[in-house]
């Protein structure tokens, strides 16, 4: 047989393989996710997030430690607020000595290098488990975005150096923006959560911050996932009102809108690899069904030729480790 051109030449062993990857993965792409309870010495598995765990604030810092030294460079994080504090207004999100005040202001003071992300959105802290304040029922968006704006400026000072709204109500980025700038945090950026779906697949991690909404859904919101056009329209309002990053969530189910978006901006795109994407791979390697250590490779891989700049994933550290061991 005669072929002029032979594909297979260019996958024949690991080293040439290696010399024509596109799509090279570092610890540096991650965000690790991590979730803060108040205590000391707390450390609580997710049941639906098998070795994942929501830790107090001292438990965290030994885990931001060890994050830092596999080479991840950026944590995001999520508090899980008492029930006591919650109310309709969602006030404890901006308490100044408020959990994730603190634990800002502790992680900055042991890993200075860390970059913080921080969750800005009411849900953990709503009596009604919704992003948002409720009236009649109803989510309603302006006096929600000035709860965001306070929420945003209070992580600021307490030294966040990126927030990271996950609401989706309109207009929030740009009113987070200007009162950054009024406020004179002129380098604390904004990763806004553009495209967001709602899905499904929050299940495990309404778990672990005990805030699943206590009516409804987040249709209202958050966006339908049969579309794809919105995606770009959310993403490039959020760029023109001042996000230094748009982020698409889910991931896996969304490479499509992934790619989308990245072709239509010119600011780094984020994807969040979130907890039913990692409880799926859990449970599938709990039951021997699939190899979890590349099955965790794989996806993120994926996820980055799809064009995710950033990812958001539980697996930071598992897929750290696996790099350095490849
Ligand atoms: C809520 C929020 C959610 C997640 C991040 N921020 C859940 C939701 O919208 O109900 C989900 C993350 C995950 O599932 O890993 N503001």
């Known amino acids: 047989m005669f072929l002029q051109r032979r594909n297979r030449i260019l996958r024949s062993n690991p080293a040439i393989r290696a010399m024509v990857a596109e799509t090279i993965l570092t610890p540096a792409d991650f965000i690790a996710p991590l979730f803060i309870d108040e205590g000391k010495n707390i450390s609580t598995e997710i049941a639906s997030m098998p070795n994942y765990f929501r830790r107090s604030i001292d438990g965290t810092i030994r885990e931001v430690k060890e994050l830092w030294d596999l080479g991840v460079r950026s944590v995001l994080l999520f508090i899980k607020c008492r029930d006591e504090l919650k109310d309709n207004t969602g006030k404890e999100s901006w308490n100044p000595d408020g959990l994730m005040q603190r634990s800002i202001k502790a992680i900055k003071d042991a890993v200075p290098g860390m970059y913080i992300m921080t969750d800005v959105a009411l849900d953990p802290f709503s009596s009604f488990g919704h992003d948002g304040i409720v009236e009649n029922g109803e989510i309603v968006n302006d006096p929600t975005v000035e709860a965001l704006v306070k929420m945003s400026v209070s992580h600021a000072v307490a030294g966040a150096d990126m927030v990271a709204p996950s609401d989706m109500m309109d207009g929030r980025i740009g009113a987070i923006r200007e009162a950054l700038e009024q406020n004179n945090f002129t380098r604390t950026g904004i990763m806004a959560y553009s495209a967001k779906y709602a899905s499904c697949f929050y299940g ?23 579309n794809r056009i919105e995606a770009v329209k959310e993403a490039l309002m959020d760029i023109e009102e001042g996000a230094d990053i748009v982020m698409v969530k889910p991931g896996l189910p969304y490479l499509d809108i992934v790619r989308e978006v990245k072709n239509a901006v010119d600011v780094p795109v984020s994807v969040y690899n979130i907890s039913g994407e990692y409880a799926m791979i859990k449970a599938a390697a709990e039951k021997g069904w699939i190899d979890e250590d590349k ?14 700049d950033l990812i958001a994933t539980y697996f930071a550290k598992d897929a750290a480790r696996l790099l350095q061991s490849m």
Do not use: C, H, N, W
């Not at 991690?205 to 966006?223: I, N």
């Open 295 to 308: 099955a965790i490779i794989e996806t993120l891989t994926s996820i980055k030729r799809a064009g995710g």
């Open 204 to 226: 495990p991690f309404r778990d672990a911050l005990d805030s699943a909404p206590g009516f409804g859904d987040k249709k209202t919101y958050q966006m339908d996932y049969a």
